[in-house]
């Protein structure tokens, strides 16, 4: 199924969790029990969180104005905590030396239905439902990117960060290249240029910035980053945005990438 290359990274992650996800249920009842499920915990803390929070921050907010997502979204949502919830439950068996043989076909097959539910659903809801420009807007944590990359010739994140309160990104663009125009409405942004250099077009009214250039982006305007000729790689850094919620009516800003 060709998915919309901003989700190709969350699609990546799901072929590795269907792949953990049959391993753990079919080590249930073996020998191998002890380490699938160590492997698995490790899986599910390095990889899945993240994971579940990109979708939950970013995509999920792009299609909660649409009528015929809610259900999609609200049934997502709510497995990500079930699936927390048996996760927390399965380290605690482990950890009281309990059987686990339940939990684990439990917790694979209830991964495994969530993710065919995103990838034959929901993805495709969204990608008919969100304009393309949105998506493209989109900034995923990059996989197995170093944090020192140096490329210019990139095209949008090659690194990211985030702690309880702060986000950060390192993006990179080639000559010419950048994020569509876009308002971000929650949240002011710092950008700050690292290398190469890019013209920052807010409202309309442009500014160049060069290496060691910073601009702070007030949320409400209009902006584009567009990299000068010879390409920009440049630190994005705003507060986190709170994750989308299920309550009587879901709500959640618009991302507000760089």
Known sequence: MKRHRALVPLSHDHHDALVEARRLRRAADGPEAAAATSAFLRFFAAETVQHFREEEELLFPLAVGFDEAHE?????????????????????????GG???????????????????????LFPLIERLVAGEALEALALAPRDAPADSATLCGRGPVWGADSEDLNATLLAWGPGAGPPEHVNTERDVLVAVLDGSATVA????????????????????ARRITAGPEGVRYLSVHRRRPPLQIGSQLSSPRPDES
């Open 72 to 96: 999609p979204l609200v049934r997502a949502l709510l497995e990500h905590q079930r699936l927390h919830a048996l996760v927390a439950e399965l380290d605690a068996r482990v950890a009281d």
């Open 99 to 121: 059987p686990v043989s339940g939990e684990m076909r439990e917790l694979g097959e209830l991964l495994e239905a969530h993710v065919r539910h995103e990838e034959r659903v």
């Open 202 to 221: 807010l409202d309309g009214e442009k500014r160049r910035l060069d290496p060691g250039a910073a601009i702070i982006i007030e949320k409400g305007r």
